[in-house]
């Protein structure tokens, strides 16, 4: 899987979790994990969530660290694509804790204490499975209301954050590496 951080700031909308946004964002075509900082605004229109959608949830931050999956699969497979999240969400927590932040997770959400450091989506299409990790570099922005906590708040630089998403990247790649190894290695019975 290859990793990407991309140093421009990209703002987080939505449509980078729509198939192919990688390749033709950037050229990045394949398997791949792409990483970037920038702020977030997810409309309606582009929320995948029905409960963020039934409970008019705001998914808003001024700057955010976005990792973002893509697995090419055809079809794409919405359970698989939930079993990544998880893997993508479980590496980013160990990498924190090297990084002296000790967070909870719950389901696809990390926090500390009780305020929420992250938001997550998976998604699947006819060609991929995608999925978005939005870590809070700070809190402005975010919506109000909601007990939330950023990496600034825990004494990381912002732009340390990008070291932090590059080995939040490489462990997960490093995941898939060991999966994909192991199938072609395992007999049949």
Same mark, same amino acid.
């Given at each position: +899987?290859?990793?990407?951080?991309?140093?421009?700031?990209?703002?987080?909308?939505?449509?980078? *979790?729509?198939?192919?946004?990688? &390749?033709?964002?950037?050229?990045?075509?394949?398997?791949?994990?792409?990483? !970037?900082?920038?702020? +977030?605004?997810?409309?309606?229109? /582009? +929320?995948?969530?029905?409960?963020?959608?039934?409970?008019? %949830?705001?998914?808003?931050? @001024?700057?955010?660290?976005?990792?973002?999956?893509?697995? !090419? @699969?055809?079809?794409?497979?919405?359970?698989?694509? &939930?079993?990544?999240? /998880?893997?993508?969400?479980?590496?980013?927590? =160990?990498?924190?804790?090297?990084?002296?932040?000790?967070?909870?997770? #719950?389901?696809?959400?990390?926090? *500390?204490? @009780?305020?929420?450091? %992250?938001?997550?989506?998976? #998604?699947?299409?006819? #060609?991929?499975?995608?999925?978005?990790?939005?870590?809070?570099?700070? %809190? #402005?922005? %975010?919506?109000?209301?909601? =007990? *939330?906590?950023?990496?600034?708040?825990?004494?990381?630089?912002?732009?340390?954050?990008?070291?932090?998403?590059?080995?939040?990247?490489? +462990?997960?790649? /490093?995941?898939?590496?060991?999966?994909?190894?192991?199938?072609?290695?395992?007999?049949?019975?």
């Amino acid at each position: +899987m290859l990793v990407e951080v991309l140093e421009e700031p990209v703002f987080y909308d939505g449509s980078q *979790i729509d198939p192919l946004w990688g &390749y033709k964002h950037s050229g990045i075509l394949g398997d791949s994990i792409i990483v !970037f900082r920038g702020g +977030m605004d997810v409309s309606e229109e /582009r +929320m995948k969530d029905c409960e963020d959608l039934r409970g008019k %949830t705001k998914i808003t931050g @001024d700057d955010v660290l976005h990792l973002i999956v893509e697995r !090419f @699969d055809s079809p794409g497979n919405i359970f698989i694509s &939930y079993l990544l999240q /998880r893997l993508l969400v479980i590496s980013a927590q =160990a990498v924190l804790n090297m990084y002296g932040i000790e967070t909870a997770r #719950t389901g696809d959400d990390l926090y *500390i204490a @009780d305020e929420k450091l %992250t938001v997550s989506i998976a #998604t699947a299409s006819i #060609t991929s499975e995608k999925i978005h990790l939005g870590i809070n570099v700070t %809190t #402005t922005g %975010t919506p109000k209301g909601v =007990a *939330i906590t950023s990496l600034t708040s825990f004494g990381i630089e912002p732009d340390e954050s990008f070291s932090i998403g590059r080995d939040i990247a490489e +462990m997960f790649s /490093r995941e898939i590496l060991g999966i994909l190894k192991d199938v072609v290695k395992t007999r049949g019975s």
